[in-house]
C-alpha cells in the first residue's frame, strides 16, 4: 500500500522560505515520478512541481518558476520541495502525489494517483 506523508508546513512571512518533504513508503521509491500539488479555499487543486522517477528531469507551474525547486533524495524515499520567495497568493494546502504506473515523468497532473494528507502554508503579508 502506497504511504505519502508530508511534512514541513508552516506559517510564514511574504518572502520567506520553507522546505516541504514527503516521506514514500509501500513500493521502490526510486521507480516512480513524484509531485506537489496545492489547493487554496474555494479553489481547485493545482499542478507544483514534478520530477521524474531519475530526478533527471522537473517540471513547474509557471506561477512558481524560479522560486520553488522540487528534488528527491532515493535512499530516503523522500521528495522535497524548497519553496523561496513566498508570496500570500502560496496559501495552500500543499500535497504531495505519486503516479500508478513506474518510469514516468511526473510533467501532468493526470499522471498522479496516489495523494498525501497535506501540509498547510500559510504566507502572511
Known amino acids: 500500500q502506497v504511504q505519502l506523508v508530508e511534512s514541513g508546513g508552516g506559517l510564514v512571512q511574504a518572502g520567506g522560505s520553507l522546505r516541504l518533504s514527503c516521506a514514500a513508503s509501500?513500493?521502490?521509491?526510486?521507480?516512480?515520478?513524484m509531485g506537489w500539488f496545492r489547493q487554496a479555499p474555494g479553489k481547485e487543486r493545482e499542478f507544483v512541481s514534478g520530477?521524474?522517477?531519475?530526478?533527471?528531469?522537473?517540471y513547474y507551474a509557471e506561477g512558481v518558476k524560479g522560486r520553488f525547486t522540487i528534488s528527491r533524495d532515493n535512499a530516503k524515499s523522500t521528495v522535497y520541495l524548497q519553496m523561496n520567495s513566498l508570496k500570500p497568493d502560496d496559501t495552500a494546502v500543499y500535497y504531495c502525489?505519486?503516479?500508478?504506473?513506474?518510469?514516468?515523468?511526473?510533467?501532468?497532473?493526470?499522471?498522479?494517483?496516489?495523494w498525501g494528507q497535506g501540509t498547510q502554508v500559510t504566507v502572511s503579508s
Open positions: 520530477i521524474n522517477w531519475r530526478g533527471t528531469s522537473t
Open positions: 509501500g513500493r521502490t521509491f526510486s521507480a516512480y515520478a
Open positions: 502525489a505519486s503516479p500508478r504506473t513506474p518510469y514516468g515523468l511526473g510533467s501532468k497532473s493526470s499522471e498522479f494517483e496516489y
